[in-house]
């Protein structure tokens, strides 16, 4: 699973630290998580807050695009669910330019809403 969320930043940072989600209307930074099945934190990636959902996730795979590199073929894909703040019709474009096989060892499931009673 990959999320990421908005944080305020501290007021002494720099200009060039921080910048404005206009999601959230947070300024500050954005943290960018990728978890394994289990919750345990698999790759982790900070950005200004102005970086979208989608291109965070570019630069964290792109960041350790080695480890889907050395994957075998012959285990299943690894299913990265995304909430509705991704695009993956988007994203995957931009991943193939960076790894061409990458598709064939990922596959991208949207989460479904969460209901409330």
Do not use: W
């Amino acid at each position: 699973m990959i999320d990421s969320q908005a944080v305020k930043n501290t007021c002494n940072a720099s200009i060039e630290s921080k910048g404005f989600c206009f999601y959230k209307a947070t300024n500050g930074i954005k943290r960018h998580l990728a978890v394994d099945i289990l919750g345990f934190p698999f790759f982790t990636h900070c950005t200004t807050a102005n970086v979208s959902d989608d291109q965070g996730l570019i630069e964290i795979f792109s960041q350790n695009i080695d480890y889907f590199k050395s994957k075998p073929l012959d285990l299943p894909k690894i299913t990265v669910l995304v909430d509705h703040g991704y695009h993956p019709e988007k994203i995957i474009p931009a991943l193939e330019q960076i790894y061409p096989q990458i598709m064939t060892k990922i596959q991208f499931e949207l989460a479904c809403l969460a209901i409330k009673s």
